[in-house]
T-cell receptor, first 108, second 119 residues
Framework: KNEVEQSPQNLTAQEGEFITINCSYSVGISALHWLQQHPGGGIVSLFMLSSGKKKHGRLIATINIQEKHSSLHITASHPRDSAVYIC??????????FGKGTKLTVNP | GAVVSQHPSWVICKSGTSVKIECRSL??????MFWYRQFPKQSLMLMAT?????????EQGVEKDKFLINHASLTLSTLTVTSAHPEDSSFYIC???????????????FGPGTRLTVL
């Protein structure tokens, strides 16, 4: 079993829909990252969380430390949000452990 | 802030040649940089952790003599793929640790990646 599990693996939505991507982890962590990778390959760091909730534009990330679970929400989704979204956790060292990613496709 | 650049963004080379990839932190000093490799449709795999002024720490299964890492300054780390072969074709990504602005949290900021194709 992977230390970091994401769901769903693939997600297709219509423009404007509210989207949720989930991440569960099995180890103690000091921080959790949400990353976005576009088809060209470049990775953008969206959020780094250690507790609570963060919001940036249409993106919201939450984390529940007790339940070892985080969610990434996208409001009013747009085709340009189409990308792979990756959850990564940091434990005691600086190394990140990555989920396998969620491929999001938003259709116009 | 916290911008990481990589150069080149893509490279095609012949089998047997060596390729150097640079990773720079543009507006901050990074004591630790990480090198990842990503094969198509797979997750990022950590190759090595690079600390300024010291030898890199390689992950199990990564040949240190084949993937030479030099972290000569607080803003530059290089990865050299020596005697590259077609199986080394991959997407190579670096990241750098930095303290997030206005917080005490240390995050990782990723470069745009370098796509290596070995013919």
């Amino acid at each position: 079993k992977n230390e970091v599990e994401q769901s769903p693996q693939n997600l297709t939505a219509q423009e404007g829909e509210f989207i949720t991507i989930n991440c569960s982890y099995s180890v103690g962590i000091s921080a959790l990252h949400w990353l976005q990778q576009h088809p060209g390959g470049g990775i953008v760091s969206l959020f780094m969380l250690s507790s609570g909730k963060k919001k940036h534009g249409r993106l919201i990330a939450t984390i529940n430390i007790q339940e070892k679970h985080s969610s990434l929400h996208i409001t009013a989704s747009h085709p340009r949000d189409s990308a792979v979204y990756i959850c990564a956790v940091k434990g005691g060292s600086e190394k990140l452990v990555f989920g396998k990613g969620t491929k999001l496709t938003v259709n116009p | 802030g916290a911008v990481v650049s990589q150069h080149p963004s893509w490279v095609i080379c012949k089998s047997g040649t060596s390729v150097k990839i640079e990773c720079r932190s543009l507006d901050f000093q990074a004591t630790t940089m990480f090198w990842y490799r990503q094969f198509p449709k797979q997750s990022l795999m950590l190759m090595a952790t690079s600390n300024e002024g010291s030898k890199a720490t390689y992950e199990q299964g990564v040949e240190k003599d084949k993937f030479l890492i030099n972290h000569a300054s607080l803003t530059l780390s290089t990865l050299t793929v020596t005697s590259a072969h077609p199986e080394d074709s991959s997407f190579y990504i670096c990241s750098a640790s930095a303290r997030a602005l206005g917080t005490s949290e240390v995050g990782q900021f990723f470069g745009p990646g370098t796509r290596l194709t070995v013919l």
